[in-house]
């Protein structure tokens, strides 16, 4: 009699015990990934109906950190924003100095206020024109390379300098008080913008900026936004900039009149009191800003601790358990390859 095996042939077993080494080394790599990164393999397919809270907590740190990143761009212009207000004031500090030392007569010092002034000129102008990241500081929206004209550069449309404006103005010498209420009302003419020639108004001949455009804003997130934007147009740079012209356009050791001496004088001190004082106001504003930013971000870090807290509960793993697993699957792997290569040794002729 004829008995016939019913157990699995040997091309089976075979292509069976494949298969399950494949599995194993499928669930390993699975289990190794697990362990390097801390996190499940197919994360939404284990934490199933949290799948939701995890993408939610995802975007929002995403988002977060875009906004934490604008932020910190942002910081870096506030602080050179603030230096440069900084600088600009410590810039006539030694004129105002001088001038506040002879304010009363003309001294052997007033000869050296004309030349303090006209340096102090130069180095506000030129602070003026700092830029970050290839963007203007203080010309609004206007990219441009400097956002005040140069004393003695002329503009291109009207071919008119501020040196020529004003010394055109000063010609006729300052001899009297009433010489001096003339010239005034005619340079706060152009340093308010009324001047009958529109050539000759501050907006024209001093600043290269735009005019009339919002203040720059800083987004603080969730909706949150305020401004610090610092235009050169705006009303201390012009109260400074009348001050040193003033003094750097006329020698006050030149004044005969004592009367008109002082009151010269001394209207350019007011001017540069208020100017420095204004732009003290707007540094401090602008550091406020920059303190807000910071606290922002400081919230946003917290925040992302949390976030990322929960998101290892969801989708995390044990490092300790991963560890096991993959000792475990390694373990049972080497067992199967074993196993699978003695088998591919066995044959019947070993037995005859």
């Given at each position: 009699m004829i ?35 801390g996190y ?247 550091s406020t ?64």
């Amino acid at each position: 009699m004829i008995y016939l095996s019913k157990g699995p042939s040997t091309l089976y077993s075979s292509l069976l015990r494949r298969n399950q080494n494949a599995e194993a080394a499928s669930a390993l790599s699975r289990a190794e990934q697990e362990l390097s990164t801390g996190y499940k393999a197919d994360v939404y397919k284990s934490i199933g109906l949290g799948a939701t809270e995890a993408l939610s907590l995802n975007a929002t740190l995403d988002r977060d950190e875009a906004q934490s990143t604008t932020n910190k761009l942002v910081l870096s212009r506030l602080e050179m924003i603030t230096q440069s207000l900084g600088a600009m004031r410590e810039s006539v500090q030694d004129v105002l100095d001088v001038a506040v030392s002879n304010a009363g007569q003309a001294t052997d010092a007033s000869s050296g206020m004309q030349i303090a002034a006209k340096a102090a000129l130069d180095a506000f102008i030129g602070q003026a024109g700092q830029a970050y990241g290839g963007s203007a500081l203080f010309a609004g929206t206007s990219n441009v390379t400097n956002a005040l004209q140069g004393w003695s550069e002329t503009q291109a449309g009207s071919g008119l300098s501020p040196q020529g404006v004003i010394g055109g103005l000063l010609s006729g010498g300052l001899n009297s008080v009433a010489d001096v209420d003339s010239v005034l009302a005619e340079i706060d003419a152009i340093f308010s913008d009324s001047a009958t020639d529109p050539d000759t108004n501050f907006q024209t001949l001093f600043y290269n900026g735009s005019t009339g455009t919002a203040p720059a804003r800083a987004n603080l997130g969730d909706g949150v936004s305020i401004s610090y934007g610092v235009q050169a147009d705006a009303e201390p740079f012009r109260q400074v900039l009348k001050g040193l012209v003033m003094l750097a356009s006329y020698d006050p050791a030149s004044i005969s009149d004592s009367a008109a001496y002082s009151s010269w004088v001394n209207e350019a001190i007011t001017a540069i009191s208020a100017g420095t004082a204004g732009l003290l106001d707007a540094e401090t504003q602008v550091s406020t800003v920059a303190a807000r930013l910071e606290s922002q971000n400081e919230q946003i870090a917290d925040r992302a601790v949390l976030y990322k807290t929960r998101l290892m509960e969801l989708d995390g793993v044990d490092a300790y358990d991963a560890a096991s697993n993959v000792t475990m699957l390694q373990a049972q792997l080497e067992a199967s390859y074993t196993v699978s290569a003695r088998l591919s040794n066995l044959s019947f002729l070993n037995y005859m």
